[in-house]
Nanobody, 124 residues
Framework: QVPLVESGGGLVQAGGSLRLSCAAS????????MGWFRQAPGKERQFVAG????????YYADSVKGRFTIFRDIAKNTVYLQMNVLKPEDTAVYYCAARQTGIADTNSRMYDYWGQGTQVTVSS
């Protein structure tokens, strides 16, 4: 088990910024590729961003490219999602996830561990 704990969600006006954190206990992030997903009410969980275990290469959904940044601090066992220029359509519960391979994946079924989620609400 890799307990993942997200934090940093909240209510923000459109155009604002939030930084989400995902902290892991136990084994380090160096052993896992990480992803951020989100799920809005009545919608499927969707990929937001991912970072590869070994290379640190990052990937983004088209809807957030240029606005969101995923990065990690391996010494702190924490991965972050910096979200800028937020839009009302970014409103969702955001989840971080870990998988024990070298490549992050856009498919949520490919992840082994999940956090409990943190709510992000963007008002217009």
């Amino acid at each position: 088990q890799v307990p993942l704990v997200e934090s940093g969600g909240g209510l923000v006006q459109a155009g604002g910024s939030l930084r989400l954190s995902c902290a892991a206990s136990g084994r380090t992030f160096g052993s896992y590729s990480m992803g951020w997903f989100r799920q809005a009410p009545g919608k499927e969980r969707q990929f937001v961003a991912g970072i590869n275990r070994n290379t640190g290469n990052t990937y983004y959904a088209d809807s957030v490219k240029g606005r969101f940044t995923i990065f990690r601090d391996i010494a702190k066992n924490t991965v972050y999602l910096q979200m800028n220029v937020l839009k009302p359509e970014d409103t969702a519960v955001y989840y971080c996830a870990a998988r024990q391979t070298g490549i992050a994946d856009t498919n949520s079924r490919m992840y082994d561990y999940w956090g409990q989620g943190t709510q992000v609400t963007v008002s217009s």
